[in-house]
């Protein structure tokens, strides 16, 4: 089975600035990775699929990046709107899809 | 706007058995497959179980396979995920989603507890 691995655990950001979340897969996933954004009390909400395409709505400020074992997320300016827990999920080994354990963004 | 609502989660036994069900509208249920994936403070997200459009696929995590069978009704646009053999561990949040393997929308998902 993958393992994926995502850093930070926590990330601080201010408002305005940039986050930059990584998710690391145990061995190659090529394109098969997507990205859920989960808010408090809320259910996750995908946000990129694919690695690099951004779900339907989704605003310009997020960017999804990377290929095979190593894949990036960045929020480029953060707003209020965006504290949350981010995972990534593989799905090129698929079943089964599996997911990191999350990074957990606020606001500095 | 899409909707999928849950039911069906409570209090179980060790061994015991639940039936959750997903209502969809806003969407052409038969033209998508369907997943559930369950939540856990310590585990986080997991995968359970995903079905395919036509009904004839079915597909389970280790951890489950033989314990839970997932299945759907199209004229009621209705998912199920019926949960046998229950455990502690099978404590969690189930969402129910739509579209498979990425998850494309998600319910606001039904608590299971397994406690004796």
Same mark, same amino acid.
């Given at each position: 089975e993958i393992v994926m691995t995502q850093s930070p655990a926590t990330l601080s950001v201010s408002p305005g600035g940039r986050a930059t979340l990584f998710c690391r897969a145990s061995q190659s996933v090529s394109s098969g990775l997507a990205w859920y954004q989960q808010k408090p009390g809320q259910a996750p909400k995908l946000l990129i699929y694919d690695a690099s395409s951004r779900a339907t709505g989704l605003p310009a400020r997020f960017t999804g990046s990377g290929s095979g074992t190593d894949f990036t997320l960045t929020i480029s300016s953060l707003q209020s709107e965006d504290v949350a827990i981010y995972y990534c999920q593989q799905y090129n080994h698929w079943p089964p899809g599996t997911f990191g354990g999350g990074t957990k963004v606020e606001i500095k | 706007? %899409?909707?999928? %609502?849950?039911?069906?989660?409570?209090? #179980?036994?060790p061994g015991g058995s639940l039936r959750l069900s997903c209502a969809a509208s806003g969407l052409r249920f038969s033209s998508h497959a369907m997943s559930w994936v369950r939540q856990t403070p310590g585990k986080g997200l997991e995968w359970v179980s995903a079905i395919n459009d036509r009904g004839d696929s079915t597909y389970y995590a280790d951890s489950v396979k033989g314990r839970f069978t997932i299945s759907r009704d199209d004229s009621k646009s209705t998912l199920f995920?019926?949960?046998?053999s229950l455990r502690v561990d099978d404590t969690a949040i189930y969402y129910c989603a739509r579209d498979?393997?990425?998850?494309? #929308?998600?319910?606001q998902g039904t608590l299971v507890t397994v406690s004796s």
């Amino acid at each position: 089975e993958i393992v994926m691995t995502q850093s930070p655990a926590t990330l601080s950001v201010s408002p305005g600035g940039r986050a930059t979340l990584f998710c690391r897969a145990s061995q190659s996933v090529s394109s098969g990775l997507a990205w859920y954004q989960q808010k408090p009390g809320q259910a996750p909400k995908l946000l990129i699929y694919d690695a690099s395409s951004r779900a339907t709505g989704l605003p310009a400020r997020f960017t999804g990046s990377g290929s095979g074992t190593d894949f990036t997320l960045t929020i480029s300016s953060l707003q209020s709107e965006d504290v949350a827990i981010y995972y990534c999920q593989q799905y090129n080994h698929w079943p089964p899809g599996t997911f990191g354990g999350g990074t957990k963004v606020e606001i500095k | 706007e %899409v909707q999928l %609502v849950e039911s069906g989660g409570g209090l #179980a036994q060790p061994g015991g058995s639940l039936r959750l069900s997903c209502a969809a509208s806003g969407l052409r249920f038969s033209s998508h497959a369907m997943s559930w994936v369950r939540q856990t403070p310590g585990k986080g997200l997991e995968w359970v179980s995903a079905i395919n459009d036509r009904g004839d696929s079915t597909y389970y995590a280790d951890s489950v396979k033989g314990r839970f069978t997932i299945s759907r009704d199209d004229s009621k646009s209705t998912l199920f995920l019926q949960m046998n053999s229950l455990r502690v561990d099978d404590t969690a949040i189930y969402y129910c989603a739509r579209d498979s393997p990425v998850c494309t #929308a998600w319910g606001q998902g039904t608590l299971v507890t397994v406690s004796s």
